[in-house]
């Protein structure tokens, strides 16, 4: 039973975004009886309209308004995010990993760090590890709270073969959000692959058919989809008192909010706050101490692939369910500091083409192209340590469609990176070789898929923007609801962290407004 609510209702909490964050922060406000406005930028689409087929997907998905790369990145697509109802979560692939605790204190565990801005997470893991818990019970997530591990594809077998010639113990078939077996009114994975397109069955969990469509039978939640949120605005006193977005007939509108939660996926959530300047917050708003957009991370990205003397069929099966954890510990020794994991990631043709071959043209490449049923495909995903010079910025000139400075995404490797990097590649390596490899391919990821840092939570407010719970340390109404409030990237695949951060930021919120304190 979705409801409507009036657009002068400043009772109502607005969420920005219905990924991972604002989706998850939506039903659980929502169940608690807390009225909710969720805006969300793209259209709805169901999951029953999904197509197996990954460049239509991808079009259909894919947040393709124009974003500027500087730096070691993607000039003219430096972030791969979704727009879409449910977000990323429709299109992500599954891995949900907790951070392990020495990454939460990574000031503490790696010391001081050249050119790093590390700072511990101001809440420990003791504080975190119930909503870890809670998230995993909530996303059905295998090998944990007795959910059994999905069953080994072919793709996985490599790697396990691989993994225990070159001594690795810690592997399996991965802690994935997607159902093992019938969970939750959702059915188990038929392993019909290529999970990025979208579920079709609704295996692998998504905000789009649970977290929203839950919240709507509350009664206290209304999703308005194709609504592109485009300032924040506040009162005399500098506390929010509305969100201006722009509908779907392109006409704009205001609704006001008792407290706004901007959950946009990092770097939409910095160019909002960054948008909203005025005379009160002249920087942007929350960003009196000049920390919005700064100290972004993404994930330390490389890709491993093989022609392997057998066929390997990659296609098949679970996308990444496939996961290695010997390295994702800290050892100084290794010459790098954090840890990485190891994943498998398998692509479709055109995809694959792209990665190993780029010109894409002559004799080497049909050769290759002939070998498809014989790649298997590895992921490497490390700590990236934050830098502040590592941010988002609006451009000078450049506006899109609603007239906003597009944004620019800077980012530069660390040195610790390209030594994290360097040992991953050699790693999987040695795991392709040990099997008799025909042929191994590098190549770099250079598009971010995981956006994290650039409103991050921070003890002292000139060290980031929001505390503990997300609440930002100027405006006591303003939450930041998804991976900007990071404090560090850790090795872990982010989400799970954004859905734990997001029930817990719930509970605090709910409690706030039940004291008469919002
Ligand atoms: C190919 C791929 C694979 C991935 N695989 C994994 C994985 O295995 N494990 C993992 O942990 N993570 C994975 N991720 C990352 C994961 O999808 C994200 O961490 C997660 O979805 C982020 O949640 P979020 O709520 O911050 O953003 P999203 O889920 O992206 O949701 C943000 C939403 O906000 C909307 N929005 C933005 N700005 C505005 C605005 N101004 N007004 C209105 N709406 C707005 C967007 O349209 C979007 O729907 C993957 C990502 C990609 C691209
Ligand atoms: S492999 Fe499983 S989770 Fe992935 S899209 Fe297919 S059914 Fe869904």
Redo the contacts with the bound molecule.
């Keep these: 039973m979705s409801k409507t609510f009036s657009l002068n209702d400043s009772s109502v909490v607005v969420i ?9 922060l939506g039903y659980e406000l929502a169940r608690q009886g807390v009225d909710v406005v969720c ?4 259209p709805r689409q169901e999951a029953s309209e999904f197509v197996n087929d990954a460049e239509e997907m991808t079009a259909r998905l894919t ?1 393709l308004d124009r974003r500027i790369g500087v730096g070691d990145t993607e000039a003219n697509f430096p972030v ?10 429709v ?7 907790r951070m392990q605790d020495h990454e939460l204190r990574p000031q503490t565990t790696y010391g001081k760090i050249d050119n790093a801005s590390l700072i511990d997470w101001p809440l420990s893991p003791e504080e975190l590890a119930p909503y870890y818990d809670r998230a995993e019970d909530k996303m059905g997530v295998t090998g944990t709270h007795g959910i059994p591990r999905l069953p080994e594809s072919n793709h996985y077998k490599v790697l396990k073969a691989g993994a225990k010639r070159v001594g690795y113990r810690h592997f399996n078939t991965g802690n994935m ?1 997607i159902n093992s077996e019938d969970r939750d009114g959702r059915p188990a994975c038929r392993q019909i692959g290529f999970c ?1 397109s979208g579920c079709v069955i609704a295996a692998k969990w998504s ?1 789009l058919y649970t977290e929203i469509p839950r919240a709507e039978e509350t009664g206290h939640f209304e999703l308005r989809p194709q ?4 300032r924040i605005n506040h009162d005399a006193d500098g506390r929010v008192a509305g969100v201006v ?1 722009v509908d779907q007939d392109g006409t704009r509108r205001e609704q006001k909010a008792r407290v706004a939660c901007v ?4 770097i ?2 910095a ?2 706050l960054l948008n909203s300047k005025s005379d009160l917050f002249p920087a942007g708003l929350a960003n009196r101490a000049d920390q919005v957009g700064r100290h972004y991370m993404r994930h330390v990205f490389a890709g491993v692939a093989a022609i392997m003397p057998g066929p390997v069929n990659f296609h098949r099966g679970t996308q ?1 369910a496939g996961h290695v954890q010997d390295e994702a510990d800290h050892r100084p020794e290794r010459g790098f500091s954090g840890g990485y994991q190891i ?1 498998i990631l398998p692509f479709p043709p055109t995809s694959l083409a792209r990665l190993v071959s780029p010109g894409g043209w002559g004799d080497d490449f049909a050769a290759i192209m002939e070998k498809y049923n014989h790649f298997a495909s590895l992921l490497i995903q490390g700590e990236d340590f934050p830098q502040a010079d590592n941010r988002i910025l609006l451009h000078g000139e450049e506006r899109d469609a609603y007239g906003l400075p597009v944004p620019v995404v800077r980012y530069r490797d660390h040195a610790n990176n390209v030594a994290l990097r360097r040992h991953g590649v050699a790693a999987a390596r040695k795991i392709f070789q040990s099997l008799g490899a025909e042929r191994i391919f590098t190549y770099p990821l250079k598009s971010a ?3 994290m840092g650039i409103c991050r939570m921070s003890a002292r407010s000139q060290d980031g923007v929001c505390d503990k719970w997300g609440r930002t340390h100027d405006i006591p109404n303003l939450y930041i ?4 409030a990071f404090s560090s990237s850790s090795s ?7 859905v734990a951060l ?1 029930i817990r930021q719930a509970e605090h919120i709910a409690k706030e407004i039940s004291a008469g304190r919002m």
């Design positions: 920005i975004g219905s990924g991972a964050g604002g989706g998850t805006l969300e930028a793209g947040w791969f995010t979704c727009k879409t109802v449910g977000g990323t979560t299109h992500w692939t599954a891995t949900a990993l959000a990025m905000t609504a592109m949120a485009v977005y959950a946009g996926n990092a939409e959530t160019r909002l990444q994943e898929t995981h956006n609801s998804d991976g900007s872990a695949n982010p989400t799970l962290t954004i997001a």
